[in-house]
């Protein structure tokens, strides 16, 4: 999914107030300023609570001639991981740590196109009054930091929150072993350097290669 052509797309087709200080008063009821709105209300405010933030940084550049998606680990960087996706027209280099994720971004020599990145909450989900969507929900995949799975699945339908919750409370409880017995991990890890996984629900590709780096 191309992320900033989608949020481009939803910026022109959507009447957006910028900047805003609403108050969602009820299930059909949105207060901004003096103003009240009424309709069907979708909490899309982002996270609220307790987490642990992780950061990630991820760099566009110019296409790599290879067809692996290659996941880098580091012992520096417990429960994070670099990764090199190489796509048609570009490649996505990045890394998500708990300190600084600019460390343990693979290294690629290509022309960088841009970089984005940003902040992102490990949480258990919590179920809200209001009827929510994107980070508020947190149905976030612990691990890799993805999102966009969970907007996905409830736009489906709504119906899906507790199994995507049950999963996600799953992922968060395997993290918080990682993070204890990252060493160990890693050394089991090793058995698997330069083999291809297959993979279902938890990446977005159908494989990818696990190199394991300065370990």
């Given amino acids: ?71 880098t680990l580091d012992e520096r960087n417990p429960t994070g991981f670099g990764w090199i996706v ?33 902040a992102i909450p490990r949480v258990k989900p919590t179920k809200n009054e209001i009827p929510s969507i994107g980070d508020r929900t947190g149905l976030i995949k612990t691990f890799t930091g993805g999102g966009i799975f969970g907007i996905a699945e409830l736009l489906e339908n709504f119906a899906n ?10 992922q968060y409880i395997i993290t918080k072993i990682l993070k204890n017995t990252w060493r160990l991990s890693l050394f089991w890890l090793r058995m698997m350097n330069e083999k291809t996984v297959n993979v279902n629900r938890e990446f977005d590709f159908h494989s990818f290669l696990l190199s394991l780096r300065r370990l």
């Fill in 161 to 170: 929150y507790d199994k995507i919750s049950k999963e996600i409370r799953k």
């Fill in 86 to 118: 190489p796509l048609q027209d570009k490649t996505l280099v990045g890394a998500i740590s708990l300190s600084d994720p600019s460390l343990f971004i693979p290294k690629v020599s290509k022309r960088v196109l841009s970089v984005h990145g940003g």
């Fill in 1 to 71: 999914m191309g992320r900033e052509r989608l949020e481009r797309w939803l910026d022109s087709e959507l009447n957006v107030k910028r900047p805003v200080n609403a108050i969602i008063k009820g299930r059909t009821q949105v207060k901004v300023s003096e103003e009240v709105y009424h309709g069907e209300v979708f909490d899309a405010s982002g996270w609220k609570g307790k987490a642990t933030w992780v950061r990630a940084i991820e760099y566009v550049t110019e296409p790599l001639d290879k067809e692996e998606i290659e996941v």
